[in-house]
């Protein structure tokens, strides 16, 4: 059984960073990816980043690059998103997420496309204000 568990979600300044953080249990698959996610109110679920565990290729959505840094803690289980340089757009629900089986094909499914993605988190709320 695969869980995730993301924490670190605030309320802060634009300009301001966060870090959220994922733990997971259940799956430590090392040709696996995992992502996050953002939704906002009435907008649909948006990759933000993502992160092949076999080999560390990442993926950014354009809205974020250069301002977002996805990584792993392969001994703690955990996955992060540093995220600086907040804007008021960046506002939304932010949730871990990770591909399953068949893991042979988890490098190309490896994008910020949500159906690719098998197990999800509860999210964590980020708010920026201006």
């Known amino acids: 059984q695969v869980q995730l568990v993301e924490s670190g979600g605030d309320s802060v300044q634009a300009g301001g960073s966060l870090r959220l953080s994922c733990a997971g249990s259940?799956?430590?698959?090392?040709?696996?990816?995992l992502g996050w996610f953002r939704q906002a109110p009435g907008k649909e679920r948006e990759g933000v980043a993502s992160i092949y565990t076999g080999g560390g290729s990442t993926y950014y959505a354009d809205s974020v690059k250069g301002r977002f840094t996805i990584s792993q803690d392969n001994a703690k289980n955990t996955l992060y998103l540093q995220m600086n340089s907040l804007k008021p757009e960046d506002t939304a629900m932010y949730y871990c997420?990770?591909?399953?089986?068949?893991?042979?094909?988890?490098?190309?499914?490896?994008?910020?496309?949500?159906?690719?993605?098998?197990?999800w988190g509860q999210g964590t709320q980020v708010t920026v204000s201006s």
């Open positions: 997420a990770a591909v399953g089986p068949p893991y042979y094909s988890a490098y190309d499914r490896c994008q910020g496309r949500a159906y690719d993605y098998d197990y």
């Open positions: 259940g799956y430590t698959y090392r040709s696996g990816c």
